[in-house]
């Protein structure tokens, strides 16, 4: 883990040797809204730094209620839990109990996780919260503890869900391996784009998501980055006449006559 000091214009180094962080292969960071410092390592579970004392304290499975060190995305919800995308599920951590709560997939229950492995969350203005995997989205049901997936069937261009953000109006933007979806929750329709409508590429990159304090939305993948203000992608439902303006022949116009197979202009001509 590194911190840049923009004073001294220089970078302050941690790492397993001159500190308690539970692993050099750093995959999330979360500052939350006390200021605290929650990292996730692949293969070292969840650390939290506090910057007052810059110590940390370090939660791996044979150590603590952590079932899975593979901490792969880090979000705190509404709630004040800290969330965790890991390799093998979701997890909850409640910071004032210390207590650990796992989701895993289930293949005997329809309404566990889809997948194991989580690669994308948001939370929403109604604090739903999304959760992506490499197989379906999945809306969480804090009451009854179960999930509600959604699949390519049901609309989506792909079953990977990279990236997730939500925009003013609770659309969800999903970035996935063959484009970018827009899902709309409430009306359980779909909009999805290609790279004919400007995309990089059609595939994109897992933890590759932001969204900027000015309201730009940002999904990296395997061609560069887009960026975007999600309330400027107008959809437009008009669909246009079609009609035809030319007539070739071996990319040679057809010229109108007796001899010709076109015998009125292409536009009035039925067959």
Known sequence: LNLFDREHRHFIHYN??????ASDNIFSILEDESGILWVGAHFGGLSYMDPSTNSFVSYVPRESGLVDDRVGMILEDS???IVLGV???LIFF?????AFTSYIHDDNNRQSLSNGGVISIAESADSTLWIGTGNGLNKFDRERGGFTSYYVK???PSN????ILVDKQGNLWLSTNRGISRFDPEKGTYKNYDISDGL???EFYQYSYYQSPGGTFYFGGVNGFNAFFPEDIQFNPSIPPVVFTDFRIFNKAVSIGKNSPLHSHISETDT
């Open 87 to 89: 390799a093998s599920g």
């Open 16 to 21: 397993r040797e001159n500190s308690d962080l």
């Open 154 to 156: 049901d609309g989506l």
């Open 200 to 202: 990089q590429e059609n």
């Open 79 to 81: 709630y004040g839990d």
């Open 160 to 163: 990977a869900i990279k990236g």
């Open 94 to 98: 409640d910071p004032e109990e210390e």
